[in-house]
Structure formats: C-alpha cells, structure tokens
C-alpha cells in the first residue's frame, strides 16, 4: 500500500522544480500531451485510491429504479470508494449525482449507530440497547396486536385480522426483506394496513 | 400497475430500458426522464443518434424537453384529453398497424349491448351507482361471456360469475373480423374518442394544434412492420385521480400501433425508489400476496380455499395455473402446520374488508383506529399527502418503530413537527412512544433489488453498517422469532397462525439471516425434500411444492446458482438481451408478450424488429430472449373447442398475450377497473376549470375521504385560482431522507422553491429568491420564489390559468431543507390504486412570509 506523500522542498528549489514540471514547454517540444508531458512530480507520487481497498463487491444503487450496478471498494471493513460498474448492460460503468452520493450517504455524518426511544411526552431521545428495544417492540406488538385481533365477524365470517397495527416501507428494501415483512405481518400476526411507497 | 394489468395481462414495464436505444420515437409523458432516470435516458439519446424522434409532453419544460425533438406543452392533468387524441387521430386517418392490431388484439370483439359509454352518457359509463358511488362492469362483459380479471383479483361482483366464465371454455369470444358490428370494440373506440379532436385537444390541454399534430405524425410514423416507437412515463401519470386511464390510454395507442412485444417498442413505466417493483411483486401492499395473488376478502366468496380457487382462477390463459401458485405459497408459509382441513393453512390468513391502503391508513391513524406502526425505510411526514393530517395521525399513535439510517422527519415529528412549531401541541401532549433504529444500507447487507424493467439484481455484503445497524432481514427475522416465542404456549384459535408459520432460516456469527436461503424459498422448492425448482413450470396445486413468489421462481434454480448475481452482459456483437446478467421475471424473458414481434404465421414483421420466429424444422420458437409464450406450440394451433379446452390449451398459436383469458390484448377491458372500461378526460378532484369534454367534470369514482382534517377545493373556487403541480429533481430522492441527509446531495439542492410563471409573479411583485406563501384548505407553506417560463399558462375558454411547480423532497431534516410540499395536498386519489393526486391540485399564491407559532420562539 503506497501513501499519498508530497515532498518537502524550500520555496526556490520548489520554483525550480514547478518550472521542470511544467509541461507547456515538454508539449512545445513535442512529448504526447496526454502522457509524458502532463506528467509532473506531484502526479507521479500519487497513486489510485482504489489500491488501498483489501475489498471489492458488486452493489446496486439504493435510490432510483433504474437499478445501476456499483462497486464497493473498502479498506479495514470500511467503505474508501463507490462506483459504476463498467460491466453493466444498464449504467456501463456511469452513476448519476444520487447514485454517485452512495459514498456520501454510507458515510454521512447524520448517520446514526445506536437504537434511541423516546417515551410517551418526553422531550427527547434517550439511547437504549439493541436488545432492549427488540423487546420492548415485541412486546408492544404483541399486545397492540392482541387488543385489536378480531376473529369472525358475528356472522361467523373469518376476518383472523388486527387493524390496530400499521406498516410503512418496502420500496427501498430487498425483494427478500418485503418478502419477511409481509409473511410476519400479515401471514403471522394479521396485519392488514400494510403498505409501502409504490402508491406514494 | 393495474393498467397494463388490465390491458397486456401484466402490471409491469414491457420492455428492458436497454432496448430503448432500438426505438424509432420515443414518448416521454408524465415523467421527466432526463432528470429523474438519468441513466435511462441515455439509451433514449442513443435512439436519438440514430435517427429517433424524441417527444416530450409535460406541463414543464425541462431537461427532457430541452433535449428532445419536441416537446408538447400540456396544461397538468389534461393527459387523457392529449392521448384520446392520437387515438382519434389514428384510427380517424387509418394509421393503425391493422396485420397487428386485428389479430393481438380485442379491435373486433363483441361487446353486451347493454354497454354504454361517456357519449351516451354525458360523462358516465353503464353501470354507475349515484348511491354507492361505484361502477358494475356487467355491462361491460363482451356479448354473452363473463370475462374474469387478468389482475391478481380475477374475481367480479356481479351475479352467477364463477359459472358465467364458464362459458369461455365453449369457444372463442364473439368476433367480428369486418370490424362493421356497431358494439365491436373498433367501433366503439371510434365513438368513444369521436370528440377528441385536435381542436378539443387545443382547448383542453392548452397544446398548440400544430403541435400536437406533429406528435400524431411522429408517432404514425414510426409504427408498423419496419418501426417502433416505445412510450416512457413515471408518477407524472400515476399520481392523479385518473392515473390509471392515463396509463391504459398509452396502452391503447400502442397495441392500435403494433409497438408492444417488438424490439424498441412497449411501455415503459419508470418506477421511482430502487425495488419499488419488488416492493409490489413481493407485495408489502394490503391486497395482494406475493405473485398477484388477491388477499382474500371477507365480503367475497373467499371464505375457504375452495372458494377462493374457484373465485379467482381463470378458466383460460396462463392464470389457469393460479391453484398451484396459491398453494404452493401457503406451502411456504405454514410448511406441516398446512393440511386439507386448513386449506394448506388458508384458514390462517387475515382477510380485508376495504382499501387498508396509505391513504385511509392515515385517517385510521388519526381516528386512533391504528395504535402501533412500523415506518421502515420511508418517510411519511414529507411522502404522505395532507402532511398535518398524517403528523396528527402520528400523534395519536401508541407507538411508532422508525428503522432508517438517520433521524427522520417521521422519526421526529414529536420535537420539530408542524403542529409542535405551530403551537398546537407540545411534545409533552404527544403520547406517542418512539423508536429509531439504525438501519444497514445496500452494501452492508446482501439481497436483491428488482428495477424498475422486471429485473432482480442481487448486491452483496461489503461492509459492517456502523455500530447497531441491523438490516431489515435482521429486524423482521428477530422480531419474528421473539414473537413466536412469546406465542409458544398459546392454545387460541388466534395465535395459531404466528405460531405455524415457518421461520427457520440459518443465520450467521452475528444473527443475520441468510438472504439467500429466503431467496431459495421465494424461487421454491420442493416439499417436504427441499429439492429447489427450475421455474414455475414445477409447481404443484397438491401440497408438494412450496413456492414464495410464483413469478420468481426460475431464480435460484439449483443450489449455488443465484442468477440475480449473475453478471454477464452480452459483448458488443451479442445480441444485446443480456440474459446473463441478472435475472428478469417471469423466467428470464426481458421483453413481455414477445410472441408479437412476429406475425400470426410466427415470422418476425421485419427484419429490422426481428425478435422473435417459429422454426418449422425444430418445432419450436426460436429468439435471442426467452419467448413469452409456450415454446412449441405451433402458430396455427387452435384450440379444440369439443373438448372445452382450460388454460393455455384455449388460447391459440397466434394469441400473444398469454395472461388475458382470450389471449389478446384488451383496449376494452371489460373487467378489473373501477372508473370505466376506456380512458375518458375528467378534470383533476381540484381544478380550476369545468371538463371541456363531458358534464362530469371529475373521475365520479375517484376516491375521496371525506375527513374535517382534508378539505377538499371546489371546481373553480376563486380562493385557489392556481394549478399547482410537485416534481422531483435528480439531487434529491423521494422523501428527501437519502439526499438531505447526505451532505454531497444537499449541497446540490441546498433548499426548496417554487417555480412560478414570469407573468403571474409580476402581477404579484415577486422576484426570484422572494419569499412566497402557497396556501390551500389544508394548510400553508413558506418557500422561495423561482420566476420561469418553464411553466406556461393556459388560456381555457378565455380564462388565464397559471400553474405553478414545487418540487416535494423537503423537510426540516437533515442539510436541504425547506417546507414540506405535502402540507398542501389532499387525500383523494385514483379508484383502482388509491394513489394520491399530488400532480394537479388548486392553490393559492401570495408573496410574503408565514407567521410564526408560538412554538417558534
Ligand atoms: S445512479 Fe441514478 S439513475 Fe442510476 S439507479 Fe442510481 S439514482 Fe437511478
């Protein structure tokens, strides 16, 4: 892994260099423009980002349904790069300004790492843990869902559904997690308000 | 996508957004392809360097417009006056593909006479209730057959249906070839948009006949053996009152121009957030089961799985397949807990008794109907239209889980909410308990997304999200299982359903289910071996196949073989299908119905739009792409109707459309919608105008709920003289979380705006960057001017009617923000989605700034 370095040099050496590395006069004297004279001290220490990532894995771009395929280049199990696949009948490689903020977005400072709740009139978050809130929620699914579950209607008529219970999402999620949500919510507890963006 | 539904016999976009660059004219309506698809829009260009027209017809001008042949200005709302149209003008000058159209086809078909239409009608179809307000489609069967819906709800109501379809295993559905009966559907289309003349066109829409005309032209033009012409739209149609008839208009135009099926030919519906055709294909939506299986209703025969089987399937065309896709997924939900007596565990499913879809939801919320709610990945508080209305619904939750990568407007609309800033509540009076959760994005988790052209792509798992981030497998998997741990004991009737359902997927190190062993039991398997299926071709009605998605199955067709991960595209000299890369339903075949690429004896119309032939000597259909019909059955196979021929066994070798019971493309459709069986112009719930066509100025079945917190504007109330139109824009996306959150995107689109035509903000004094406040009977926002002439006014029978453009990504969230668009609109929407109507509203304009509340100190 080579490091981005830039050689220290006093003021009049560094003149001097800089006018070496012009490549107006290497053009005039005909080296190709587009090699050999745009090379310059500088250019030459610096090396693709991409080298440094001890991982690559094919992505698709989390907006828009076009479906543009990315590469994710990390370092340490983190994210130091993402672009377009070239390999793709769709993008070729190209991402548009959203699919090109799927770094930004992986790494926006907003994001959050841990689980907050907010009880009933207070006034701000308190953080809690993972397994605090997977209970709790269950917990409150499972009552919610009790209070509200009808059975039949007088007639005898099968309803075997709650209405007190409503889900929001699914669009921005894997074929595989619509699939979760909706055989636990409406095959397993009889969730009916279940809806996500193809409407909105 | 009901509209293609009901027309081609899928809800989905017909063609891969690669082929594009093989049309010769391309529509882009209802959608600004070139800022909102932006990465699709070059395969229109690349039509374009090879010689396309390119037409773009939307209210605005943009970026498509600037970059296409012509553009078509149009006042918002008026689509289905501009597409009645061209289909007047082509079946007026006989500009139709007539080897096509006849044949793939329901041009000659015979309708009950009975039928009456718009004409007859002043506006109404046959059939209309003033009571309930609803429409019978009795008389809109075809003469003497009762024909089901090609809609996961196949099911009519209307009296003796499952015996009434009987009747198509008797015969053909009546025809007549000369197209001379006055009740065939030739005729009656030619009735129907008789009054859609360009001069009509003119008055309504606001479009320059010449104009206008051009476009007719374009679009003859480039149809028939030798060329195509392909039709792209997004939300701009499907958010209005009459989406669907927008979309089946399209529909109609191109099947009279022999575009569907074809290289370079379709429609192409461009859907906005990354798996929203997923989301809809595995359907996290209230009224259907994965594949486009209805959910069963209590107010239909679906009482038990007999019934339901009965009801809903087809006694013709491929949906006659439906028992074994309905059980093969109760075989996958309930496994050994399913038997004869639960109808595999049918017994175990919720029934619905009405639309429990976004809308009414939001009025369930406010009415404290719905106590708990799950939010995962979406945004409501800025994506729901009536934005108040949703942020008091949100306030009378007992809880609510919000699971995103950031804090949300949602997440905290108990702290910086309208209602909070205005004064009318204080966090301490919001009893609602919240939890935000983090959640993983697309690289820190593996599954697969489908695009908006039918096709499943699998991402991987690159990296750990940060600290708690889970994905929603994660979530939904944990919850599950602590659920059932908590149902365990429990001997209720209830109960019974959390605790058969089976939920046994390996999990790794740290507890994350693995996406592909879901993936295997979305593709299907069979039962109780768990040997995986080819396609759904293996599936059983008996109980020995489990099957999650019917329309995925073909995915995952060995172990080891996830053909969403495949990623092997077609080299330049390759035919371009792409089969390889990535996997499309149904079964890998990426443009739908393309039997129609060749003529009924099975040769392609041209060579030029070869896609698809019959190969005498192989006895078999031969193509580049996996054929969208069966793959021996000859061209001139007939059905033999002594033998009351079911399934695909009634539809011949020259019926492309193999979802439609009688295999051809329905421009009426007798069945399935709920506002009539052709598109007719009705005016937007809210407009400034009266329907220069017809009495009825609004959709008479457009949903409307009726809600003190929804008001809703009466035609031409003089308080809200403006169209109001929102947008997107490329930088943001959808509910802004994604791109105001993000700083890159922010600071693209740092702030929202309002587009307001040059002449209305001179009359007002407003410059460009002025504060603006844009009010309707909803509420009120704040939001800088941006003077255009992007937006052009309309002069309707002498009046001057302005329309102004708002794009709706903001919120106080995050780095971009501005106010939210959706505090302006209603909830009304269209009857057969119940998708809102927030691209053609009134409002009213001033400049100025709002007050501000007392929580704003
Ligand atoms: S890069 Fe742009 S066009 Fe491509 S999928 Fe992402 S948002 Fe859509």
Known sequence: ?200 | MPSLGATYGRGAATLPQWDLANSDCVLVMGSNMAENHPIAFRFVLQAKQRGATVIHADPRFTRTSALADIHAPLRAGSDIAFLGGLIHHVLEHDLWFRDYALPYTNLSTIVDEEYQGPEELDGLFSGWSEESKRYSPQSWQYQGVMMPSSLAEAFIETEGFCEAVKRLHEGPTPKDPTLQHPRCVYQILKRHFARYTPEMVERATGCPREVFLKVAEALARNSGRERTGAICYAVGWTHHSTGVQMIRAAAILQALLGNVGRPGGGILALRGHTSIQGSTDIPTLYDMLPGYLPQPHALKPHQDLAQYLEAETNPTGWWHNFPKYAVSLLRAWYGGAGNKENGFGYDFLPRIVGDHSQLPMTVAMRDGIIKGLFVMGQNPVVGGSNSLLVQRGLAQLDWMVVRDFAETDTASFWRDGHLVRSGELRPEEIGTEVFLMPASLSGEKAGSFTNTHRLLQWHDKVVDGPGDSRSEHWFTYHLGRRLKSLYADSTREEDQAIRALTWDYPVDEEGEPDAEAVLQEINGYTWPERKLVQDFKELKEDGSTACGCWIYSGVFPEEGRNLARARKPDGPDGPGTHLGWGFAWPDNRRTLNNRASADPEGRPWSERKRLVWWDEDKGEWQSPDKVDFIPTKRPDYEPDWEKKPAGMDAISGHQPFIMIPDGVAGLFVPSGLKDGPLPAHFEPVESPVSNPLYRQDANPAAKRWEHADNPIHATGDPRFPHMLTTYRLTEQHSGGTPTRLVPTTAELMPEGFCEIPTELAASLGIRSTDWVVLSTARGEIETRALVTDRLQPFRLDGRLIFQLGLPWHYGWAGYATGDIANVLTAVVGDPNTAMHENKALTCALRPGRLPRGKGES
Request: charged residues 25%; hydrophobic residues 35%.
């Open chain 1, 1 to 200: 892994m080579t490091e981005r370095r830039r050689p220290r040099r006093s003021l009049t050496r560094k003149s001097a260099g800089a006018l070496a590395d012009w490549s107006v006069p290497r053009q005039l004297r005909g080296a190709p423009d587009k090699t050999k004279a745009a090379e310059s001290a500088m250019s030459r220490g610096l090396r693709p980002r991409l080298e440094q990532a001890d991982k690559v894995g094919t992505s698709i771009c989390p907006y828009c349904a076009v479906g543009c395929a990315q590469l994710i280049y990390a370092k340490d199990g983190k994210p130091i790069h993402v672009e377009g696949d070239p390999r793709s009948p769709i993008n070729q490689g190209t991402l548009c300004p959203k699919g090109a903020a799927t770094f930004g977005l992986m790494l926006s400072p907003q994001r959050l790492d841990h689980c907050l709740h907010r009880a009933p009139g207070a006034g701000e978050w308190r953080r809690v843990t993972l397994d605090w809130a997977m209970d709790r929620i269950a917990h409150l699914a499972k009552r919610t869902r009790d209070e509200g579950y009808v059975a039949r209607l007088p007639d005898g008529t099968r309803l075997n559904h709650t209405l007190s219970i409503g889900s929001l999402g699914g669009a921005t999620l894997d074929n595989e997690e619509n699939y979760l949500i909706k055989k636990l919510f409406s095959g397993g507890l009889g969730m009916v308000f279940l809806e996500n963006q193809a409407r909105v």
